[in-house]
């Protein structure tokens, strides 16, 4: 499952791009003047001081105002994300009526009116981009209105502005289209999304190794006819333990750092029962972690293999240290242990571990960690020395 709880878009972000690309249009524009000013200056319909005030200065000064404004409004917290959907996307349909206004062949730059509606389904609003068609064609019929007043509205412009308002028709239609399927994409990743969480807390829990389960009850059955008071006390646990087990939110499949510690507790405690001082467990937990989220089954599985596979193959036993600090912008959560280790080449296939063939529990463990957002997993092993597994997250994700 991922972890990741992201929205598939970031509309704020969307919004800042959209800013961007408006301060890149407004440059291209004044520089298509200015470029056009000295390469052309022998057949500029207009005066020289006429152009360049009316072509240059003010438009370089108005778009860099307009640009400036609408910037500060979407980096700003105090507007809605609504709001900031429409001013970046008036600035397309700003510069299109200019771009319109301004020059009388505008086939290709009426065109430019298009690409806003497309944009508006990024935001996945259809109100939005009907409003945007609306304005795009309100400005060809103003265009059209100039060309009358200026006498030069002829059967080809006509059918250029209805060619226009086509296309604009068509540009919406698909756009409606593009904004259901994309709602309907979603909703079936979301669908898929929750199917596969459910799948796989249940292949989580079904990973409980019965032979734990059996040895548990075993032990429990052996101390009623010697300590019936200690059978008592790992019939606490181990129903502590089921209970944390089964017991995760399928939504989320996140729990308190506090409720995985608590499991480990409950696990440890059957284990000593059966190994005795073979089995030792440290905790070194700073306190303001405990609240902190983190993947269920993330650190116990961990635990269970320092015991199985590190402590109980090494005679004498040894110590499972587990840890969670902060440390420069990081959260740290360590399981080490000072069993048996292991030799570099299963070290190695750890490391590169691709499928549950060489661990089931390690396997979810990495994959699971893999899959949170902005952590990472390590793990460093020396044969007769034990083995250290380190989940390193960020501590804004913390």
């Not at 919406?172 to 979603?186: E, H, T």
């Not at 969480?197 to 052996?222: C, D, G, M, R, W």
């Amino acid at each position: 499952m991922n972890t990741k709880q992201k929205a598939p878009i970031d509309l704020n972000k969307w919004c800042h791009y959209i800013v961007n690309v408006g301060h890149i249009t407004a440059t291209l524009i004044v520089l298509a003047h200015v470029i056009w000013y000295f390469a052309a200056r022998s057949v500029l319909a207009w005066p020289r001081d006429v152009y360049l005030r009316n072509y240059i200065i003010l438009p370089a000064i108005g778009f860099f105002v307009l640009n400036l404004s609408v910037g500060m409004c979407v980096h700003s917290a105090r507007f809605s994300l609504p709001t900031k959907e429409y001013l970046s996307l008036s600035l397309f349909v700003i510069f299109s009526l200019y771009l319109s206004l301004t020059h009388d062949i505008a086939k290709v730059l009426l065109c430019s009116y298009i690409l806003p509606i497309f944009v508006s389904t990024i935001f996945s609003n259809v109100k939005l981009t009907r409003r945007i068609f609306f304005m795009s064609v309100a400005a060809v019929l103003l265009l059209g209105v100039k060309m009358y007043f200026a006498e030069t509205l002829d059967s080809n412009m006509l059918m250029e502005i209805f060619v226009s308002c086509f296309m604009f028709l068509c540009s919406y239609l698909l756009a409606i289209l593009l904004i259901q399927y994309g709602r309907n994409n979603l909703e079936a990743i979301i669908s898929s999304h929750e199917e596969s969480t459910k799948n796989e807390l249940a292949f989580l829990q079904a990973q409980i190794n019965p032979h734990f389960l059996y040895n548990a009850i075993n032990t429990v059955v052996s101390f009623c006819y010697t300590d019936s008071e200690r059978a008592a006390n790992l019939l606490v646990n181990f129903s502590k333990y089921l209970r944390l087990v089964f017991d995760v939110d399928h939504k989320s499949m996140m729990v308190p750092l506090e409720r995985e510690i608590e499991l480990i507790k409950a696990y440890v405690e059957i284990e000593k029962a059966r190994f005795g001082k073979q089995i030792n467990v440290e905790y070194n937990i700073e306190p303001a972690l405990l609240s902190m989220e983190i993947p269920s089954f993330c650190i116990q599985p961990l635990v269970e293999n320092a015991i199985k596979h590190g402590l109980c193959k090494k005679a004498g036993g040894g110590t499972v240290l587990i840890s969670a600090k902060k440390n420069e912008g990081s959260v740290i959560i360590n399981v080490s242990d000072t069993g048996a280790g292991m030799s570099a080449e299963r070290l190695d296939k750890l490391r590169n571990i691709e499928s549950t063939s060489e661990g089931v529990g390690f396997f979810n463990v990495s994959r699971r960690i893999k899959s949170w957002k902005d952590a990472r997993l390590s793990i460093q092993s020396a044969e007769g020395k034990g083995t250290t597994v380190t989940i390193t997250i960020s501590d804004t994700v913390a």
